[in-house]
T-cell receptor, first 116, second 116 residues
Framework: GAGVSQSPSNKVTEKGKDVELRCDPISGHTALYWYRQSLGQGLEFLIYFQGNSAPDKSGLPSDRFSAERTGGSVSTLTIQRTQQEDSAVYLC??????????????FGPGTRLLVL | AQKITQTQPGMFVQEKEAVTLDCTYDTSDPSYGLFWYKQPSSGEMIFLIYQGSYDQQNATEGRYSLNFQKARKSANLVISASQLGDSAMYFCAMKLFSGGYNKLIFGAGTRLAVHP
């Protein structure tokens, strides 16, 4: 079946502009995650959605970052007034929570954001 | 604090040889899962293998096996019979199953180069 998809694959923007990044999770997956990967680094958790529960926003680096998930499916990560340090790859992952322990997160190809 | 440490920034291996990628973790939580992901140059994170903290046996998936030493808090990935296509970044990650943690905690990664 189809995996996690993200768009755009690449985004170049000017400092101070707003950007929106989109994630389409695997159909039927209840949990959705956003991570950020700076050049040569591991992944940094940003935000988590699970069903109708309030999202876990504990990883968002500033109030310029926000995300929403409509209808329990597609998610949009918005970065307002972008800064050069926001340049990174933004990865989305989804999973199906069984409550039985292992919950494998499946990742999309990422959006490479460059802020000039 | 929860932490994943990968001490090998880069590793080289000859094709068809086995290689071990190191991962140590730090948590006081008794219930957790450990994951390995592969990230080729295309950027997508590919799930390889999972080990639960209560699993009695080391996980295996094809050419991948996980050398889980709970007392030493290590979860090394062993790749047998290396192939050129194994050249990629490899990330170790941990997920806690209590305390409301919803994220994967990633190490900094190890870049593996397989030589013909």
């Amino acid at each position: 079946g189809a995996g996690v998809s993200q768009s755009p694959s690449n985004k170049v923007t000017e400092k101070g502009k707003d950007v929106e990044l989109r994630c389409d999770p695997i159909s039927g997956h209840t949990a959705l995650y956003w991570y950020r990967q700076s050049l040569g680094q591991g992944l940094e958790f940003l935000i988590y959605f699970q069903g109708n529960s309030a999202p876990d926003k504990s990883g968002l680096p500033s109030d310029r970052f926000s995300a929403e998930r409509t209808g329990g499916s597609v998610s949009t990560l918005t970065i307002q007034r972008t800064q050069q340090e926001d340049s990174a790859v933004y990865l989305c992952a989804s999973s199906f929570l069984t409550g039985a322990g292992q919950e494998t997160q499946y990742f999309g190809p990422g959006t490479r954001l460059l802020v000039l | 604090a929860q932490k994943i440490t990968q001490t090998q920034p880069g590793m080289f291996v000859q094709e068809k040889e086995a290689v071990t990628l190191d991962c140590t973790y730090d948590t006081s939580d008794p219930s957790y899962g450990l994951f390995w992901y592969k990230q080729p140059s295309s950027g997508e994170m590919i799930f390889l293998i999972y080990q639960g903290s209560y699993d009695q046996q080391n996980a295996t998936e094809g050419r991948y096996s996980l050398n889980f030493q709970k007392a030493r808090k290590s979860a090394n990935l062993v790749i047998s019979a290396s192939q050129l296509g194994d050249s990629a970044m490899y990330f170790c990650a941990m997920k806690l199953f209590s305390g409301g943690y919803n994220k994967l905690i990633f190490g900094a990664g190890t870049r593996l180069a397989v030589h013909p």
